[in-house]
């Protein structure tokens, strides 16, 4: 079955450290990527998503993510986290006109 | 440009009763979906409907339902409640297929509390 594998529960990283949040899915054709962000209480707003084309993208608040189809992957990361970046992040895949979710990463920032 | 708009923002309802959440989408966009998110079972698709035709449909029992009026806006419902019910509900909004379309847009959701 289609599924998207977040595998790190809680990162925690320094402000102004780098940042990579993994993401791999399970899915057989050219899959429709998407990172979202969640901060408490709060809706998902997207960060960035692939669809084809290059496969480094660019997002908004300094995001990038790349997309690996050889290793079914497609990280998130920044190179300079800020405390505003403290949130869950969630990676997901379009099937037809639905989203599938990964479980989320609790992404802090310690100053 | 308005974002997704959900009402109530927060819910609290009794165990058997039923409870509607309202959606009104981007202007525009003709797909409405809805999904739940629990700290157990994360984020689920519950329903997509498009041109008031629901088009795909999560595991989730008949008790939830839902259905779109002619201006795309959106209604969900669940009858008799139970606690497990207790989430926040999130609308999302697109041109059309999100993935073909520059995504799905997610408004702030309504969070229901059972008791």
């Known amino acids: 079955a289609q599924s998207v594998t977040q595998p790190d529960i809680h990162i925690t990283v320094s402000e102004g450290a780098s940042l990579e949040l993994r993401c791999n899915y399970s899915?057989?054709?050219?899959?429709?990527l998407f990172w979202y962000v969640q901060s408490p209480g709060q809706g998902l707003q997207l960060l960035l998503k692939?669809?084809?084309?290059?496969?480094l993208v660019q997002g908004i608040k300094g995001f990038e993510a790349e997309f690996k189809r050889s290793q079914s992957s497609f990280n998130l990361r920044k190179p300079s986290v800020h405390w505003s970046d403290a949130a869950e992040y969630f990676c997901?895949?379009?099937?037809?006109?639905?989203?599938?979710f990964g479980a989320g990463t609790i992404l802090r920032v310690k100053s | 440009k308005a974002g997704v708009t959900q009402t109530p923002r927060y819910l609290i309802k009794t165990r058997g009763q039923q409870v509607t959440l309202s959606c009104s989408p981007i202007?525009?966009?003709?797909?409405v979906s809805w999904y739940q998110q629990t700290p157990g079972q994360g984020l689920q698709f519950l329903f997509e409907?498009?041109?008031?035709?629901?088009?795909n449909k999560g595991n989730f029992p008949g008790r939830f339902s839902g259905r779109q009026f002619s201006n795309s806006r959106s209604e969900m419902n669940v009858s008799t409640l139970e606690l497990g019910d207790s989430a926040l509900y999130l609308c999302?909004?697109?041109?059309?297929?999100?993935?073909?379309?520059?995504?799905?847009?997610f408004g702030s959701g309504t969070r229901l509390t059972v008791v």
């Open positions: 999302a909004s697109s041109l059309d297929r999100g993935q073909a379309t520059g995504g799905y847009t």
């Open positions: 899915y057989g054709a050219t899959p429709y």
């Open positions: 692939y669809f084809s084309g290059d496969t």
């Open positions: 997901a895949v379009a099937l037809g006109n639905k989203l599938v």
């Open positions: 202007s525009g966009h003709r797909s």
């Open positions: 409907y498009f041109s008031e035709t629901q088009r």
